[in-house]
């Protein structure tokens, strides 16, 4: 299994440019979600799916948009880039939601490095 | 804001020595999860308490749950460079809310 794949792992943007960074798992993952990591704030979810068709927003979602058409893909858009997007990007998925109370550890992908310049 | 805090953001160890990384969050937690993150790498899971007072062991890292399950502390016991990197809780809120993360340096 690949587990949690991202694409791109890099990628150096002008402000104003829209992009897609694609996130895909092949466990069979019910629950998906995006995180921003910055130093010295941690992870910082952007946005989730408990399931396809369904997702809703995190602690930082202004800037960002997610669909889930499938189990398996989990894209995140941003719209119109700024500066302050430069971050880590993760994905990570967990079988059901990590929050539901029972033992679901979230599998992380290897992060998309993203520049805004 | 953030709801879950860690401390400290950084320890500077000689190999051997112990460590101990704690998490404080201002609302009571159902559970809370353990990540370890390698540098350059991504977070990979360690652990999950749920049960007041709850104390779990792997190996040389001792992770406990507060009594009111709002704090959580990881304890490594005689460090080794491989416990080099940054260690993240992550408190269920309703949402999983990451702390800061502690960032580990061990110097042999």
Redesign the interface.
């Known amino acids: 299994n690949a587990g949690v794949t991202q694409t791109p792992k890099f990628q150096v943007l002008k402000t104003g440019q829209s992009m897609t960074l694609q996130c895909a798992q092949d466990m069979n993952h019910e629950y998906m979600s995006w995180y921003r990591q910055d130093p010295g704030m941690g992870l910082r979810l952007i946005h989730y799916s408990v399931g396809a068709g369904i997702t809703d927003q995190g602690e930082v979602p202004n800037g960002y948009n997610v669909s889930r058409s499938t189990t398996e893909d989990f894209p995140l858009r941003l719209l119109s880039a700024a500066p302050s997007q430069t971050s880590v990007y993760f994905c990570a998925s967990s079988y059901s939601n990590p929050t539901g109370g029972s033992n679901q550890p979230q599998h992380f992908g290897d992060g998309t490095r993203l520049s805004i310049l | 804001g ?1 709801q879950v805090m ?1 401390i400290p ?1 950084y320890q500077h160890v000689q190999e051997g020595e112990d460590f101990t990384t704690y998490c404080n969050s201002s609302t009571t937690l ?2 809370i ?1 353990w ?1 370890k993150q390698r540098p350059g ?5 360690l652990i ?1 308490l ?1 049960k007041s007072g709850e104390v779990k062991k792997q190996k040389r890292l001792t992770f406990q749950f507060g009594e009111a399950k709002k704090n959580s502390s990881l304890h490594i016991t005689a460090t080794q460079t491989t416990d080099v990197g940054t260690y ?1 809780c ?1 408190g ?1 809120t ?8 502690t960032t580990l340096q061990v110097k042999p």
């Open positions: 953030q860690q953001q159902s559970n999860q990540y790498g991504h977070p990979v899971f999950q749920v993240f992550a269920n309703g949402k999983l809310i990451f702390g800061q993360g």
